[in-house]
């Protein structure tokens, strides 16, 4: 597995800063338990008055369901640790868990669902709309794409392959529209959208600002139908989270270019605004536009933070739906904070360079770990050769900037 040689190099084994209290996202009270309702059942109660060892030598953590141990588990420096043992027992979950309810997501220009377990957990559901070797016409604009549940998939991946860790976990799943959608829907604007088109298929498509039509339907073969389900983090009421606008953001109009397409001094700018005047922020956000270009995704125009810990923590990569668009070509303006201001993580060089070793190759280690996922194959092969050479492209914008 070449996989498993690169979590053992070490480049994989820098340790992270020793991780305090006031570094986790959440403080638990190790007393919780959590019980099963019944036996047989998969729905679980807290229970306070719980010994913190229980009688079967468990501690009260390993009754939490594993979407729980996710949560908890998050803090300043990671969402997830590199060695996590939860994480293949996550995305079964997220792959193979009973569906008690689904409604629509609000907001967004697509039509997304939030699913629910029997044990609380929730994961976002994004359909599939196109086949895998569809590309992006060309002469479609960044902002008018279709959304792809295979790019969630493989964003995931890549952004673990990279050490980045910043995604939340995402699996394949084959859903049942009439018996895990249609039949258990309370949403009722969701269940006036149902119909069976002419050939027998069930079909639906929701409300939204965009594709939200019957045009645009989403239709299962009769009624199996391929989505992403990305594990939910946190609901914001109980850790909170800021989103900013990134100062590369385009200027999402047909004719009109942004301020950073057109001054090539930028960057000097961007360095003596704040959060970027200090500390590791804007490093981070070249991390993100090397995985941005990676896959191709030009429709980066926010990120987020959890709010608990200020400025000085990691960004989180979310909605990688409009990446894996296109292979045939490299879309460069996405480097443009790379290239603008010439800084990079001497860490993200390094592993950029190893993962353009023969042995790590990595179009190799992304479709290892894309092979275990329920949807495999999850990339055309043009989508896993563009990678190489994608990244021999940020190679060469680092070495400009050494040699400048």
Not at 103 to 124: D, E, R
């Amino acid at each position: 597995s070449k996989l498993a040689a690169l979590f053992e190099h070490p480049l994989y084994n820098i340790p992270i800063p020793e991780v305090t209290e006031k570094d986790k996202l959440f403080v638990v009270n190790p007393m919780e338990k959590f019980s099963l309702r019944s036996s047989g059942s998969d729905e679980w109660v807290s229970s306070s008055k719980a010994e913190t060892l229980l009688p079967t030598g468990k501690t009260a953590y390993d009754t939490y369901p594993s979407w729980l141990k996710f949560h908890v588990g998050i803090n300043r420096y990671e969402l997830y640790p590199r060695r996590d043992p939860l994480l293949p027992t996550l995305l079964r979950d997220l792959a193979t868990q009973r569906i008690v309810s689904s409604v629509q997501k609000s907001g967004g220009t697509q039509l997304k669902l939030i699913m629910t377990f029997p044990n609380y957990g929730q994961a976002l559901f994004k359909p599939m709309k196109q086949t895998r070797d569809q590309e992006t016409p060309i002469d479609f604009f960044y902002f008018s794409d279709f959304e792809r549940h295979n790019a969630e998939i493989a964003a995931f991946h890549l952004d673990r392959i990279l050490d980045f860790r910043r995604i939340p976990p995402v699996s394949g799943r084959l859903v049942n529209i009439t018996k895990e959608i249609r039949d258990i829907t309370t949403d009722k604007k969701l269940a006036k959208t149902f119909f069976i088109s002419p050939v027998g298929n069930i079909c639906f498509y929701g409300e939204c600002s965009y594709y939200c039509s019957t045009e645009h339907a989403l239709c299962g073969k009769p009624d199996q139908l391929e989505g992403s389900m990305a594990a939910l983090l946190p609901d914001k009421t109980l850790a909170k989270r800021r989103s900013w606008r990134s100062p590369w953001r385009r200027s999402y109009h047909k004719s009109k270019k942004a301020e950073w397409e057109l001054n090539p001094n930028y960057c000097a700018r961007v360095r003596e605004t704040p959060p970027y005047n200090r500390g590791h922020r804007l490093l981070d956000l070249i991390d993100m536009t090397i995985l941005d270009f990676l896959m191709g995704n030009m429709d980066r125009h926010h990120y987020e933070t959890f709010e608990k810990f200020g400025n000085d923590t990691f960004l989180l990569h979310l909605d990688n739906g409009r990446g894996f668009g296109t292979h045939s070509r490299d879309e460069l303006s996405i480097l443009a904070p790379l290239q603008q201001c010439c800084s990079i993580k001497k860490s993200t060089y390094l592993r950029l360079q190893l993962l353009a070793t023969e042995p790590y190759r990595l179009s190799d280690l992304l479709r290892e770990a894309l092979a275990a996922d329920p949807l495999a194959p999850i990339l055309t092969e043009p989508h896993l050769q563009a990678l190489d050479r994608r990244l021999g492209k940020v190679l060469v914008a680092v070495g400009h900037c050494l040699a400048r």
